[in-house]
């Protein structure tokens, strides 16, 4: 079975990315054949700072593998060193229809969000992420909630071309976590925690323990007092109860009935005292890496090598089929 996903490198990664996607990943790796990619050319659909970009793409990588993606059981690799991803990218719009693109509500989103720069890779996005997860014949694709239309219309095009041109791709599915798939801001519960909006609405990865506890101490919570799961009537709460379970292991029910008749106040604490001890781990691992640089370029080279074999050869084949040489 084969996993293909990634990730824009676009700054901090937060908890959110973590629950919603890597933590999955890092399950995945020792049970399928798992490709991760840090794709470089996705971020370049908002704006950024091509000054940083360099930097954001190794800080990226070093979370993979502080995070414990393993090298050794996986490929990863950054999405530009690998040309088929825009050459495919390329072909797949010939048979993509503009109004599956213009009703995506990522689209909608950013469009939104940065009127000044409404550009045609914005919109191409999906068809640039079709052509990542296709290229490598992927089954499984795991991801946050917000990026499954992506995924579906990455179906919708391998199931056109298939049908016009001649089987040529796999049709992948999307893998999505039950709790975790969409992690809310601490800020505002009923909007997806977000490494773009305010720092204080999310948490990064390697944050320190002092930020971390100031973070969740001043996380919004909902009138009441009782410690209950309930997205709709309690979407702070149920937010945070979701963190927890993900990151200590116990059940929603067991951490329920763990803080039952205690305050909100006893159950942040707790809280970010898991935090603070799951993501000391991290912090260690990154702080061994950032001494071994050449390290992880090595790494991504080796990925970018593997990555190409197998792209190419599925890059072949749909040239082929559409009649190119
Ligand atoms: P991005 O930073 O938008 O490239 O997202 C990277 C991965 O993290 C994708 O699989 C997203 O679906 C996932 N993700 C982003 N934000 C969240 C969130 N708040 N909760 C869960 N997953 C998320
Ligand atoms: N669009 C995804 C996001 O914003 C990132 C991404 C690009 C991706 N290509 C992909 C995810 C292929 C899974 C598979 O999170």
């Excluded at 050794?72 to 950054?78: A, D, G, L, P």
Aim: aromatic fraction near 8%; proline fraction near 4%; charge should be positive.
């Amino acid at each position: 079975m084969r996993v293909f996903s990634g990730i824009r490198p676009t700054g901090d990664i937060h908890i959110g990315n973590y629950l919603g996607a890597i933590k999955n990943w890092v399950n995945l790796q020792d049970k399928a054949d798992c490709i991760f990619c840090i794709v470089d050319l996705h971020a370049l659909t908002t704006p950024y700072k091509a000054k940083k970009l360099q930097k954001n793409i190794f800080d990226l990588a070093v979370t993979y593998l502080a995070a414990g993606l393993n090298p050794k059981r996986c490929i990863f690799f950054v999405q530009s060193q690998v040309k088929a991803h825009v050459e495919l990218a390329w072909l797949l719009s010939t048979i993509t229809p503009l109004g599956e693109l213009q009703r995506m509500t990522q689209f909608k989103e950013k469009s939104t969000k940065h009127p000044e720069s409404i550009n045609a890779g914005l919109l191409n996005y999906p068809v640039l992420m079709a052509a990542d997860i296709l290229l490598y014949q992927t089954d499984i694709v795991p991801v946050g909630q917000d990026q499954k239309q992506h995924v579906e219309l990455a179906r919708t095009i391998a199931r056109k071309f298939n049908q016009r041109f001649g089987k040529v791709f796999k049709e992948p599915k999307v893998q999505l976590q039950k709790i975790g798939a969409k992690i809310m801001s601490l800020q505002n519960p009923n909007k997806k925690m977000s490494k773009t909006d305010s720092p204080a609405s999310y948490i990064g990865l390697f944050e320190n323990p002092r930020e971390i506890k100031q973070k969740i101490m001043a996380a919004m919570t909902d009138s009441g007092k009782e410690i209950i799961y309930n997205p709709s009537r309690k979407p702070g709460i149920s937010n945070l109860l979701s963190i927890y379970s993900l990151f200590s292991g116990k059940t929603i029910k067991q951490i329920e009935k763990e803080f039952k008749g205690k305050g909100y106040a006893q159950f942040k604490k707790s809280l970010a005292q898991v935090l603070i001890k799951s993501l000391a781990l991290f912090r260690e691992k990154r702080k061994e890496l950032l001494k071994n640089r050449t390290k992880v370029q090595k790494i991504l080279e080796n990925g970018a090598k593997k990555a190409q074999t197998i792209a190419n050869s599925t890059m072949e084949q749909a040239k082929k089929r559409m009649g190119l040489n």
